[in-house]
């Protein structure tokens, strides 16, 4: 197995557990969808152990693609923290997704989805990785806020989100150029040897990283 397969394993899985949350509702068709929130439990405990696993491997950290994703200890524990999250929403969420939801696996499948793109961003060492995993932790969020299609205010908090996401991918993106233009890439590595010779009379550098900040 390839390394980076090797240390992108726990993202891989919690996609993998996603999708497979969202067949096992299509496959069963009718009847009670409770177990539907312990498998996404259990799931969520097997990549928990899987992560586990990796504990020994990050003794020092691991750069993969040209330090576009960055592999330490640190990380681990932000996506512990994540998947055992995904854990005790689906637990807690057993009854009540099964009373509010009608498509009850997408609902699990999502929270999958949301904690992998969590999971990347923690993992993130560029720019632009870091605005993928956001994008796919959000666009989940987005639909999850809209999930209750019966309660209006389901509808109209995903409105909302939805407006102040687009708009601050916008502001994030442009952030970005800005900090492009001024340093010549968009990985934190070269961002801070570049801050620390930096002396400040540099404009698009200092404009570029306020819209990143402004738009988190």
């Known amino acids: 197995m390839a390394d980076w397969l090797t240390y992108l394993r726990p993202e891989i899985m919690a996609l993998s557990a996603a999708l497979l949350v969202i067949l096992a509702d299509l496959v069963q068709g009718g009847g009670?969808?409770?177990?539907?929130?312990?498998?996404?439990?259990?799931?969520?405990?097997?990549?928990?152990?899987?992560?586990?696993?990796?504990?020994?491997?990050?003794?020092?950290?691991?750069?993969?693609?040209?330090?576009?994703?960055?592999?330490?200890?640190?990380?681990?524990?932000?996506?512990?923290?994540?998947?055992?999250?995904?854990?005790?929403?689906?637990?807690?969420?057993?009854?009540?997704?099964v009373e509010r939801f009608r498509y009850v696996g997408e609902?699990?499948?999502?929270?999958?989805?949301?904690?992998?793109?969590?999971?990347?961003?923690?993992?993130?060492?560029?720019?632009?990785?870091?605005?993928?995993?956001?994008?796919?932790?959000?666009?989940?969020?987005?639909?999850?806020?809209?999930?209750?299609?019966?309660?209006?205010?389901?509808?109209?908090?995903?409105?909302?989100?939805?407006?102040?996401?687009?708009?601050?991918s916008a502001i994030y993106l442009y952030g970005t150029s800005l900090i492009y233009g001024a340093v010549g890439g968009t990985r934190f590595a070269l961002i801070a040897h570049h801050l620390s010779g930096w002396g400040g009379t540099e404009i698009g550098l200092m404009v570029g990283g306020i819209f990143v900040l402004v738009a988190f």
Do not use: C, H
């Not at 498998?39 to 899987?50: D, E, G, W």
């Not at 609902?107 to 995993?133: K, Q």
């Open 32 to 97: 009670s969808r409770r177990w539907l929130g312990w498998l996404s439990a259990v799931l969520a405990v097997v990549v928990l152990i899987a992560l586990d696993s990796m504990w020994g491997a990050l003794r020092t950290p691991v750069e993969l693609w040209g330090g576009v994703i960055q592999l330490d200890r640190l990380g681990l524990i932000f996506k512990l923290v994540f998947l055992a999250g995904v854990a005790v929403v689906a637990v807690g969420s057993v009854d009540f997704a």
């Open 107 to 168: 609902y699990y499948g999502l929270l999958f989805f949301a904690a992998a793109g969590m999971m990347l961003m923690a993992s993130a060492g560029d720019l632009l990785t870091l605005y993928l995993g956001l994008e796919l932790a959000s666009l989940s969020l987005y639909v999850l806020a809209a999930f209750a299609k019966n309660d209006p205010r389901s509808g109209e908090a995903g409105l909302k989100y939805v407006v102040l996401g687009a708009t601050a």
